[in-house]
């Protein structure tokens, strides 16, 4: 069976990696984001090593901010997954519009959406196989993976979803404070760009238009999500790591 006959079979990724990273500088006005080391790698590493023990095969990453030194690093990876460039140096295209740019490249098998900058500590069974395997595209158009807020390191916010016991996904309210976040990575059906506007716009407006079909869905992160949204964060996370290595 192909992958276009096996819904789930999941080979392919796309990775954004074209963010400016404001809230990361000064460390950003000379290096992109995803080029930023924590533990002694650099963050789209982390993401794209852990989309290779995921079985993703193909990669699609684009880039904007510094594009040249991401391609330089991407060149220089070796072993799976296949790199492919979405290049924006033209204009940003935000979450949404840049995948919408490379749509042609998935096909019409769903995909891995990864922030390049999603880093978590894996519980016992890495989380993109469990993700993978919990996509069932007969009842889901988006599968995310959130992770609890409570325990979440370095994030203050007041969370994204609530999530029922099938798994569905709503909005926090206003002024509400909701028990998930979106930790960053997502499988969705390619056919969902087929009605989006041209240019820049969210991820966002697909979230939305799944929550109203009672087709987003998420599963919980096994481990600890780590926010690694600024300069100071990146102690934090490192001291989580070095104080997890030594636990186990």
Do not use: C
Not at 11 to 39: D, H, N, Q, S
Not at 138 to 164: C, E, H, N, Q, R
């Amino acid at each position: 069976m192909s992958d276009e006959q096996n819904p789930k079979k999941i080979t392919r990724a796309f990775v954004l990696a074209a963010g400016l990273g404001k809230r990361m500088r000064p460390i950003t006005a000379t290096l992109p984001k995803p080029l930023v080391e924590v533990a002694g790698k650099a963050l789209i590493d982390h993401a794209l090593d852990r989309a290779a023990a995921g079985g993703i095969e193909t990669a699609v990453v684009n880039v904007h901010w510094l594009a040249d030194l991401m391609e330089g690093h991407l060149t220089h990876r070796t072993g799976a997954p296949e790199i492919i460039v979405s290049d924006e140096r033209d204009a940003l295209l935000e979450t949404g519009g840049g995948v919408k740019r490379a749509i042609d490249r998935f096909g019409h098998t769903p995909f891995v959406v990864f922030n390049s900058d999603s880093f978590w500590l894996e519980g016992p069974r890495p989380n993109l196989g469990r993700l993978i395997e919990a996509w069932d595209p007969d009842t889901t158009d988006i599968l995310l993976l959130v992770a609890p807020t409570a325990t979440s390191l370095g994030y203050d916010g007041a969370g994204d979803f609530y999530m029922d016991a099938d798994g569905r996904l709503s909005w926090r309210g206003e002024r509400e404070v909701a028990p998930f976040i979106y930790a960053g990575v997502a499988i969705l059906k390619p056919e969902l760009f087929a009605d989006t506007p041209e240019g820049p716009f969210s991820l966002t407006l697909l979230f939305d238009r799944a929550i109203r079909r009672n087709r987003l869905k998420g599963l919980r992160l096994d481990g600890q999500w780590l926010h690694v949204g600024t300069p100071e964060a990146i102690q934090a996370a490192e001291a989580r790591v070095r104080d997890s290595a030594r636990i186990v």
